[in-house]
């Protein structure tokens, strides 16, 4: 096994410049033809034709898919799916298969849809292969912001699955006013039920902004001397009891529960949250927020299972496909033009801010640099030792 | 019983206090000391309580912690949500096999310990209680360097998984069996074996009618407690589960974003079946005494 | 029990270590050969990051001072105060034995210089610990822990005591309903209190309004919070040991210190809990050990300023990697533990330690 990657032939004719081109093209008009024909869609022609057939085992966030395409998956191309929600936090998923990574063992599953600067690190540790663009029919088409990624330099080994940014979320009843920039955050009326996210990229992004750094600066490279004022003053919120928790996901609960006034969110939870909280509220603060991220498939370098592998990207970025996704995750997809679809499933999130962004908000955005592996280390250090573990 | 001995031998100023106490306050004292440990009870109830109560909750927001209202729902589909009822199912084997295993092992290790005197015995009693003095947390992370084999020189790949969350828990196990299964050997008429044998019968009968059956409710005791401590065991099975999801780690994973109701089912349920067994238990203990006695 | 010669065991020659070998050769595998590894991996030097070499053995104990400087650098400070004070006791105690000979062979009065001696160990610890605002990751393992051990045995003993002699025909059943609740996992048990406590809930707004907490007071993301979870969470491992040593008390044994003694505290002073005590001390044991390595009730229950020292090993295992440092941190825990478990035992002067 071991020599599979060595041997293994580079990405075949279609390479992911092709197949955004191609896609872009197609979405240009041809893509919605079948669909306003009445016509069956394209994947469906790989079903009448000879179904793909086979296995395919697919690693991903807890709630990050909707029910439908789970079953309509597997009929539609005949692949027996086997789809994981066991990844929860990056860090602890890259502990869990490291050893099995590096000895090149199978890790039991196909794709994986880690966060980009994880990935960026599989792809440079060589613990995934180039995704099979030349099997793949051509589908939709990337958002324009994800088009240039850096933790994928070549662009042959990701593609987004679900896409988002980080700002504030609030619950007005609790914290009286509306929130508008990131001082809110250290503001002592608010001690002890501000909540920032564990995910360092995240937080550390809004306390550099905090510390007078500008997104320009941020995104140009960090060093960690750079972020040395920012954890110093997330160290000192933490310790003097600003900071009630750092928590993954699970700081929904507590916003719900108004044990949090406001913390550091991700933009999908609470578009979904504010259509039923109407105290609710998210905002990118004046200095930014963190943007786009993405949570990204990547093809394991031990799987096999290039043409399901196909069949899976084909079938979710396919318009209609990747609107139901986006309406259950409630995050963006990375599949550009899909409000139409969106908006014959539900009108109303077609005209959710928080899943469509104005362009103030956009250029609001900053993209957490990717790290110098040495430098990296004393990140991870130092920011374990401000949340406590 | 010297303790006793030496305190019976100095009753110091008996008299002066014969009457302190009247005896209604030593009534209130008394109840109130029977509402403090009801209060205990309920405490212990408390959260269960919560449980039970929110397996019934018409959640709508996806998370089922804000209270929207009652449903039978969630409880006509219990099995809902795969991954959850597969997580338990692997959590109800690993704890099956880990108990079978720990019983034997630690059965043997009991009947050892009370049956004979041998030379190491007190160093095999100390040895024992070594894995319960130790905290899980250690526990956890010293089978996991072991098996994830990149801390010494080893040809191993990580082998962290089924089988090592197995061997994790039959280790915690076995000294709990081996501990609760003595405690009830203890002062047992090991003559009884030999009187067996005078009559005629092989050590292999001796054992099965005689030994065997006198290990019984120890056995069983030992085996509903270890089967209860792996079925709810999270520190340790996290350090080496590797890409298991047992019950308890499915739990951990879902608190990371939304509780689906079924826990809360399932835990309920698991509770009722326990609650039964319990109250059944006692009911025919009961008979069984009365009729004994009668 | 009454010891006849003819029921006593047999002596083995093979037979006894026959019996033992399976299962002592399983703990010797799977519990001395991994704390082996681990002391190996606490002593030994990290390869580069994400280079899926081995650890190299190198007699490494800087990884010991390194790990307790960014983990527990106040510990240290409140661990050097403590044995400062107790060598400070010592010497008085011995200069005292010295002066009085008699002192050293009247058993109570050993036990009270030894009580001493400890005392003066945890008081300086405690005041040294508690100056300094929030202390660090091993203080508040052993403080928290200990302080849910108290109540443990505040709240586990009535109960146990009302269970055994006055539960009559109903004893099993409420022995049951103790360990019933315990068979709910205990991480849903943990996130429930969650759900009870939060600052909007009835709990909260009820202390606000009798005063007990201020208007923007909380109980979650506290020690309080961290705290009741470990002694709720092991509190039935307290209540079950002291149970069974007060099951075995006679009770003809208590109605005669009654009528020996009169008042029933007296009673109860004198004769029950000396002979509970080998009870709490395994309660205490049970309760004490699993609490300062617990990090769930801190995960859930508690903030950044109240993690415990479990947190730490878990992230710097399971997220962070850093396996010399989670070993060492592992050490310094169980070496803790392993002395004060061997001091408590001399104090209450229970032998017994094997039940």
């Known amino acids: ?374 430098d990296e280390e004393r990140f991870d250090r130092r920011y374990a030792e401000i949340t406590g573990g | ?211 065997f059956p006198l290990m019984i409710p120890g056995i069983l005791a030992a085996a509903l407690l270890s089967f209860a401590l792996s079925l709810d065991d999270f520190i340790i099975t996290q350090f080496n589960s590797g890409d298991q999801t047992t019950f308890p780690i499915y739990i951990y994973g879902a608190a990371q974003r939304a509780i689906p109701p079924q826990i809360q089912v399932l835990s309920s349920m698991i509770l009722i079946v326990s609650v039964g067994i319990l109250v059944t238990g006692t009911f025919f203990g009961r008979r069984k005494e009365r009729a004994a006695t009668s | 029990m009454a010891g006849a010669a003819d029921t006593a065991p047999k002596r083995g020659r093979f037979a006894p270590y026959g019996l033992l070998s399976p299962g002592i050769i399983w703990l010797i595998l799977f519990f001395l050969v991994p704390v082996a590894i681990l002391l190996r991996a606490a002593l030994s030097s990290q390869p580069e990051r994400f280079v899926p070499d081995d650890l190299r053995f190198k007699w490494k104990w800087s990884n010991f001072s390194n790990a307790l400087d960014r983990f527990g650098p106040q510990f240290q400070d409140a661990m050097r105060n403590a044995l400062i004070a107790a060598v400070v006791v010592a010497v008085i105690i011995a200069a005292v034995v010295v002066l009085r000979r008699g002192l050293w062979h009247n058993t109570r009065a050993r036990r009270l210089l030894v009580g001493a001696l400890v005392a003066g160990f945890f008081g300086a610890y405690i005041i040294t610990s508690t100056v300094d605002g929030w202390g660090d990751h091993f203080q508040r393992s052993f403080l928290y822990a200990g302080i849910a051990t108290l109540l443990c045995i505040a709240i586990g003993y009535p109960l146990a005591y009302v269970i055994a002699f006055r539960g009559g025909a109903y004893k099993n059943l409420l022995l049951g309903l103790v360990v019933v609740p315990f068979f709910t996992t205990y991480l849903i048990r943990t996130i429930a209190w969650k759900t009870i406590l939060f600052d909007n809930g009835p709990v909260v707004d009820f202390l606000q309004t009798i005063g007990v907490l201020g208007d923007s007071g909380r109980l979650l993301a506290t020690p309080g919070a961290v705290i009741g979870g470990l002694t709720y969470n092991f509190l039935p491992f307290m209540v079950l040991p002291i149970y069974v040593s007060l099951e075995k008390i006679d009770v003809n044994l208590v109605d005669a210190a009654r009528d020996l003694y009169s008042s029933p505290a007296r009673a109860f002073r004198k004769v029950v809990l000396p002979l509970s005590l080998p009870g709490v001390f395994a309660g205490t044991l049970l309760t004490f050990i699993p609490a300062s390595g617990d990090f769930i009730n801190a995960e859930f229950l508690g903030s950044p300023t109240t993690s415990m020292i479990g947190n730490v090993v878990q992230n710097q295992f399971l997220v962070q990697l850093d396996y010399p440092t989670a070993a060492a941190l592992s050490f310094v825990l169980m070496a803790i533990i392993t002395v004060a478990v061997l001091v408590y035992a001399r104090v209450l002067g229970t032998e017994d330690l094997t039940g």
């Open chain 1, 1 to 374: 096994m071991s020599n599979d990657r060595s041997s293994k032939p580079p990405a075949g004719g279609l390479s992911r410049r092709d197949f955004l081109t191609r896609g872009a093209a197609v979405a240009g008009g041809l893509a919605a033809a079948p669909y306003l024909l009445g016509g069956s869609p394209a994947w469906a022609a790989v079903e009448e034709g000879a179904k793909v057939g086979g296995k395919l085992d697919v690693l991903n966030w807890i709630g990050y898919i909707d029910k439908k395409s789970k079953k309509d998956f597997p009929k539609q191309t005949g692949i027996k799916l086997k789809y994981s929600e066991a990844l929860d936090d990056n860090n602890t998923f890259f502990a869990k298969y490291q050893e099995q990574f590096a000895n090149d063992d199978h890790i039991g599953f196909d794709i994986v849809a880690p966060t980009t600067w994880m990935a960026a690190r599989l792809i440079e540790l060589e613990y995934v292969q180039p995704l099979p663009f030349d099997l793949m029919e051509n589908r939709g088409s990337l958002r324009a912001e994800l088009e240039n990624p850096v933790w994928d330099p070549t662009g042959e080994f990701t593609l987004p699955w679900q896409t988002g940014y980080t700002g504030i979320a609030y619950n007005i009843e609790a914290t009286g006013r509306e929130i508008t920039s990131v001082e809110d955050l250290f503001d002592p009326k608010f001690k002890g039920r501000v909540g920032w996210l564990l995910e360092m990229r995240d937080s550390l992004t809004l306390a550099m902004l905090s510390t007078g750094m500008t997104g320009e600066e941020i995104a140009a490279g960090v060093t960690f001397n750079d972020a040395k004022p920012a954890f110093d003053r997330l160290e000192k919120a933490a310790q003097g009891g600003q900071i009630r928790r750092f928590t993954g996901n699970s700081y929904v609960s507590d916003l719900l529960s108004g044990d949090f006034a406001l913390n550091v969110s991700w933009s999908g939870d609470v578009a979904q949250l504010t259509t039923q909280e109407p105290n609710l509220r998210f905002v990118v603060p004046d200095e930014g927020g963190h943007g786009f991220w993405a949570d990204v498939m990547c093809m394991v370098a031990t799987s096999k299972r290039s043409k399901q592998v196909a069949a899976w990207l084909d079938y979710f970025y396919d318009p209609v496909n990747a609107a139901r996704v986006a309406d259950t995750t409630s995050y963006i997809s990375p599949v550009a033009d899909i409000t139409d679809e969106l908006a014959t499933i539900n009108p109303e999130a077609a005209e959710n801010t928080i899943l469509f962004p104005p362009q103030d908000v956009l250029d609001r955005l900053v993209q957490f640099p990717l790290l110098d592996p040495d």
């Open chain 2, 1 to 211: 019983m010297t303790t006793v001995e030496r305190a019976l031998d100095s009753p110091a100023a008996v008299e002066v206090q014969r009457s302190f106490p009247p005896p209604w306050l030593r009534r209130a004292g008394s109840w109130l000391l029977n509402i403090y440990a009801g209060l205990a009870l309920v405490y212990l109830f408390i959260p269960i309580a919560v449980v039970v109560a929110f397996s019934f909750n018409a959640e709508n927001t996806n998370f089922n912690f804000t209270w929207d209202g009652f449903t039978f729902a969630n409880w006509t589909h219990p099995f809902a949500d795969q991954g959850l009822v597969d997580a338990f199912v692997l959590s109800l084997e690993i704890a099956a096999i880990a108990t079978a295993i720990a019983v034997v092992l630690g059965g043997l290790i009991a009947l050892a310990l009370t049956r004979y005197r041998f030379r190491g015995s007190g160093f095999v009693n100390l040895f024992l209680v070594l894995p319960l003095t130790t905290p899980e947390i250690v526990l956890g992370a010293s089978l996991a360097s072991l098996f994830i084999a990149k801390t010494y020189p080893s040809p191993v790949p990580d082998s962290r998984g089924f089988a090592a969350v197995l061997i994790a828990h039959v280790m915690f196990c076995v000294s709990f069996v081996a501990l609760t299964v003595k405690a009830r050997l203890r002062g047992f008429d090991w003559t009884l074996e030999d009187a067996a044998m005078d009559l005629g019968a092989g050590p292999v009968r001796t054992f099965t009618k005689v030994t």
